[in-house]
């Protein structure tokens, strides 16, 4: 009876592993017959209610301008509570005030589930806001600032720029910790007086005088360390564990799509193979729906 059970078990494997190997080669080939276009638009439908797009020319998912993140604002809350979406990151707020406006202008480079990312956002507490003591909402189209940054890991990763109040990059299937990614970040002001209140907020974030470059409107600088921002020491255990996790997450999306080289590609095979796990990746990735739990519960 026990051969009996053991020859039925074998012979469901053997089943399953045809199965398996039929579906993969139609799911490569159906990779190589979609075209571009057809696939970006595709993976853009599902990104998009999480208020990310895909950037066909350097292979990274960004954020779009009229994101729902823009109605969440910012506060310390959100960075302490990261590393239980698995998002590891080294942040470095900078705080100047400009005509009766505080702004918390916001660096953060690091892991997020599957991706090496970077980001820049801009954020704006009016002085008589009605808000809790720490929040500031995201700045105002009239309040966006030009802004870019380069991120490196070893060699050069991607680069974004553009007139925005959240810029981002995200490299699906990379991984990397937060201390071995450098940002070269340049802002441009509208005027001189920002200009030097920002430089000021540098200052007093720990940053030296001569590592600031200042060149007409525009202020650049290496972010490759965080200076006092004591929300990046805390949670250090379970940062520990989610980025034993995202290693491992990083593996196994690398190892089942080694077929292909570009993400899009990567994705798209993902999508066609196993396409329960395809809409996992969105949402483990880029977690729309905790992030307003966090945001209902700061009101």
Not at 72 to 95: K, M, Q, R, W
Not at 236 to 259: D, E, G, H, S
């Amino acid at each position: 009876m026990t051969y009996i059970i053991l020859g039925i078990v074998l012979l469901v494997l053997v089943i399953l592993f045809i199965l398996y190997c039929v579906r993969k080669k139609w799911a490569i080939r159906k990779v190589k017959m979609e075209n571009e276009i057809e696939k970006v638009r595709t993976i853009n439908k599902a990104l998009h209610p999480f208020g990310f797009s895909f950037d066909l020319k350097q292979d990274i998912v960004v954020s779009i301008n009229d994101s729902w993140q823009r109605d969440a604002g910012y506060s310390d809350f959100y960075d302490y509570h990261a590393p239980l979406l698995n998002i590891v990151t080294d942040a470095e707020p900078i705080y100047f005030t400009y005509h009766d406006k505080e702004y918390r202008l916001e660096f953060w480079k690091g892991q997020y589930g599957i991706t090496t990312g970077a980001e820049i956002g801009l954020y704006v507490r009016d002085k008589h806001s009605k808000e809790p003591e720490g929040y500031y909402r995201s700045a105002h189209d009239e309040e966006r600032l030009q802004m870019g940054f380069l991120l490196f890991h070893k060699c050069f990763l991607f680069s974004r720029c553009g007139f925005s109040w959240w810029l981002t990059g995200f490299d699906v299937g990379k991984f990397s910790k937060p201390k071995d990614l450098t940002m070269k970040v340049c802002i441009s002001f509208p005027n001189q007086e920002m200009q030097i209140a920002f430089v000021e907020g540098l200052l007093q974030a720990g940053y030296e005088q001569n590592k600031i470059r200042v060149c007409g409107s525009c202020v650049c600088f290496d972010y490759c360390c965080s200076h006092h921002y004591k929300m990046n020491h805390r949670g250090r255990i379970w940062k520990c564990f989610a980025q034993i996790c995202n290693r491992i997450n990083v593996f196994l999306f690398n190892f089942f799509t080694r077929y292909f080289t570009t993400t899009l590609d990567k994705l798209t095979y993902i999508r066609f193979m196993f396409p329960c796990l395809y809409r996992f990746i969105i949402r483990f990735t880029f977690p729309r729906r905790r992030f307003k739990k966090c945001k209902k519960r700061r009101h």
